[in-house]
């Protein structure tokens, strides 16, 4: 069973950059794709951005779509979130996840593994 660990969560003022990352204990050659979802308190979680171990493509949530950076090292089986221009209800638990399911998958019913989380909180 693989781990996935995530860090580089925090407080931030609006308008301000966080930088998440979240590791795999280990990648099979069944593990296609990692992903962010978040979850707000008394909401339910949402899809965020995915990325292929493998390939340059990448999906986003409209509601991060030019602020949000999704990449990838694969060597280190590491996958980051980028977080610039951030709001307050951007204010969430992050979590990464992993599938085996191509096509960018956005359901969490679709995905394999989770992390923890991590607390991203943005003042106003």
């Known amino acids: 069973q693989v781990q996935l660990v995530e860090s580089g969560g925090g407080l931030v003022q609006a308008g301000g950059s966080l930088r998440l990352s979240c590791a795999a204990s280990?990648?099979?050659?069944?593990?296609?794709?990692m992903a962010w979802f978040r979850q707000a308190p008394g909401k339910e979680r949402e899809f965020v951005a995915t990325?292929?171990?493998?390939?340059?493509?990448?999906k986003y949530a409209d509601s991060v779509k030019g602020r949000f950076t999704i990449s990838r090292d694969s060597a280190k089986n590491t996958v980051f979130l980028q977080m610039n221009s951030l709001k307050p209800e951007d204010t969430a638990v992050y979590y990464c996840?992993?599938?085996?399911?191509?096509?960018?998958?956005?359901?969490?019913?679709?995905?394999?593994?989770w992390g923890q989380g991590t607390q991203v909180t943005v003042s106003s």
């Open positions: 990325i292929p171990w493998s390939g340059s493509l990448t």
């Open positions: 280990k990648r099979t050659s069944s593990d296609y794709a």
């Open positions: 996840a992993l599938t085996g399911r191509r096509g960018f998958p956005s359901r969490q019913s679709e995905y394999d593994s």
